[in-house]
């Protein structure tokens, strides 16, 4: 029995020095794009920051909860916004809150710009999707630190390689959602599509995605949710945001600053979640007759 367990840990499989030669490889033979990505992107990912951090954070507040109360149509989430704004500012992490606002806002922009066509191409190619599937169960399962490294490699510190890895972990869920929301619309509106003379495109467009629009809004509060989640861990590659507080917190065993930032990453956590849900449908009450 014992030979048996040495001769299967001096047979290792080297799965480590593949990927490493795999990245290698990918760095030799790509690295002008990576370059380009991580000097130009960067850069205009940086200056966005610096734009929205000349912003009055008050006007900033007000626009913010107006935007809230014109999709909610409800005055509880525009104070809910204020309130956790203010909270923040009043915490002395406004600049960190842009960068990390902004963050979440390019994550969740490229993994809707993948996911949600790659869920409509597997709604209509159900052999893509389970070949997708497991490929999607490994990034989600994957621990971050994994697949930060070879980001940290290819692009270098700075926000571009805390996009990417939040990508990598969230693009997960707009491909689920999006199609389990086309895959069970019900037969019957579509039937009523075709029956009308709707092509192909007519019937994605029209019939499946409107019907189907509950579920993919819930994909995209749930990629920005994920995408808040990876804050902390992108700024271990030096993303700025609230993450990298809690990284100093952290390293110098800070528990004011930890708590303060870990409190700021909350606030902002609800802001989105409230300001971006799907708006409930209000019913009309109908006049009694004179």
Do not use: H
């Amino acid at each position: 029995m014992d030979q048996l367990v040495n001769w299967i840990t001096d047979n290792k499989i080297p799965v480590g020095p593949w990927a490493k030669s795999f990245i290698t490889w990918i760095q030799t033979s790509f690295g002008f794009f990576f370059d380009f990505v991580s000097e130009k992107i960067g850069a205009g990912m940086d200056a966005s920051v610096e734009l929205l951090n000349n912003v009055p954070p008050l006007v900033f507040i007000v626009v913010f909860a107006g935007l809230a109360y014109w999709r909610q149509r409800d005055w509880k989430i525009p104070l809910i916004v204020v309130i956790g704004f203010l909270f923040i500012l009043n915490q002395n992490l406004w600049d960190e809150m842009i960068a990390t606002l902004l963050l979440v806002l390019y994550s969740t922009l490229v993994s809707l710009a993948i996911g949600i066509p790659l869920g409509i191409l597997c709604a209509r190619r159900p052999w893509l999707y389970n070949t997708v599937a497991p490929v999607l169960d490994m990034m989600q399962t994957l621990p971050s630190f994994v697949y930060l490294v070879p980001a940290l490699f290819l692009f270098g510190l700075g926000m571009v390689p805390g996009v990417v890895a939040t990508v990598i972990f969230a693009v997960a869920a707009p491909v689920r959602l999006t199609y389990l929301g086309i895959t069970q619309v019900p037969t019957a509106l579509v039937e009523a599509g075709e029956s009308f003379g709707c092509t192909k495109w007519q019937l994605l467009t029209r019939v499946k995605l409107p019907a189907a629009m509950p579920s993919i809004m819930a994909g995209v509060t749930q990629t920005i949710m994920l995408s808040l989640s990876m804050v902390v861990i992108a700024g271990l590659v030096g993303a700025p945001g609230l993450g990298s507080p809690v990284v100093r917190a952290l390293a110098s065993a800070n528990v004011s600053l930890g708590f303060e930032s870990g409190l700021a990453i909350v606030a902002l956590a609800i802001i989105l979640d409230r300001a971006m849900k799907q708006p409930t449908p209000r019913r009309r009450l109908a006049k009694k007759p004179a």
